[in-house]
């Protein structure tokens, strides 16, 4: 199914629980090939958002489209485009991991040729095929994982939905469903991620929105959102101690470290403040040993946005 707007879209997007307003009107827009990443905090309502978009609840408002079906009218069709990988892995323990990805392909009807065909590339996809035969129970976790998100690919979905999937991972495995992750968007897939591990959005993602409290507080890039928050400036280090004070003087905001023959001067530090600093220095003639571009990270923005800090 082929759509000429948005892989994913939603439009003033709501749910309650009883009391509990977990959506307050949210808005989001994917386009086909890029990965999105919802950023926030435990009990924010991320992973209701991707149980509304992929058909498993109803939102209370709000105009959904996946794929351009609706998904509360359109589960079926939808069905067939979409992949998700929830919290909690999906596997069969008492499986092998070839008889995971086998039972899963039979589920979707794939031809027997094929069947064996599919099973065997996502196995040397995920680098499982060295433990294709040993019971699923002893996988390690990262092995798990990556076997789970192994079987939401067998029917090659274009749209796939990532429910915090690294979580409780250590780095090496968080990285290497990082990297198969990563390839998907790179082959055309649309990921939809969640996630409350900031370095994953800032790794990942092609946009990244905050949510807190029901509602989308803020979404950019992650170069954009680190410009939200004080703290970015450019520093100059100088070899010469008379080109340093001279750099003191025309740069009259500039914080002067004296002992480093250095100045850090205060700014978004995006591309316009830096050709206005290099036109500055090439007109006096000074010279810089070093120059480097200092921007809040994502734990920043997290910590100003929403008032707490990350996970």
């Known amino acids: 199914m082929s759509s000429p707007g948005p892989a994913i879209s939603a439009a003033r997007l709501s749910k309650s629980f009883g009391d509990n307003?977990?959506?307050?009107?949210?808005?989001?827009s994917v386009p086909a090939g890029t990965m999105y990443a919802l950023l926030g905090p435990n009990g924010a309502g991320k992973t209701t958002v991707v149980r509304i978009l992929a058909g498993l609840c109803r939102a209370d408002a709000g105009d959904i489209r996946v794929a351009g079906a609706d998904p509360r009218t359109e589960r079926d069709a939808m069905s067939t485009t979409i992949g998700l990988t929830g919290q909690f892995t999906a596997v069969d323990t008492q499986l092998t991991g070839r008889e995971n990805l086998t039972l899963v392909a039979r589920l979707l009807h794939l031809h027997k040729t094929a069947v064996r065909t599919r099973v065997a590339a996502l196995l040397d996809e995920f680098d499982l095929t060295g433990a294709a035969d040993r019971r699923v129970g002893e996988y390690s976790g990262g092995m798990t994982r990556?076997?789970?998100?192994?079987?939401?690919?067998?029917?090659?979905p274009s749209i796939i939905f990532l429910d915090e999937p690294t979580t409780g991972l250590d780095p090496r495995s968080r990285h290497a469903v990082w990297n198969a992750v990563r390839r998907l968007v790179d082959e055309g897939a649309?990921?939809?991620?969640?996630?409350?591990?900031?370095d994953e959005a800032d790794h990942l993602a092609d946009h990244i929105a905050v949510l807190d409290h029901g509602r989308i507080v803020a979404e950019g890039t992650a170069d954009e959102l680190k410009r939200l928050v004080p703290g970015a400036h450019v520093r100059l280090e100088f070899a010469d101690a008379g080109d340093f004070f001279r750099a003191v003087r025309i740069f009259g905001s500039a914080i002067p470290d004296e002992d480093a023959f250095a100045l850090d001067i205060p700014g978004d530090a995006g591309v316009d403040a830096l050709r206005e600093i290099l036109a500055a220095l090439d007109a006096a003639g000074l010279d810089v040993s070093r120059l480097s571009v200092h921007t809040p990270d994502l734990d920043d923005v997290f910590l100003t946005l929403t008032g707490r800090p990350a996970a």
């Open 21 to 28: 307003t977990v959506l307050d009107g949210i808005d989001i």
């Open 146 to 156: 990556r076997l789970d998100l192994a079987m939401t690919l067998v029917g090659r």
């Open 190 to 198: 649309t990921v939809f991620l969640t996630t409350q591990y900031l």
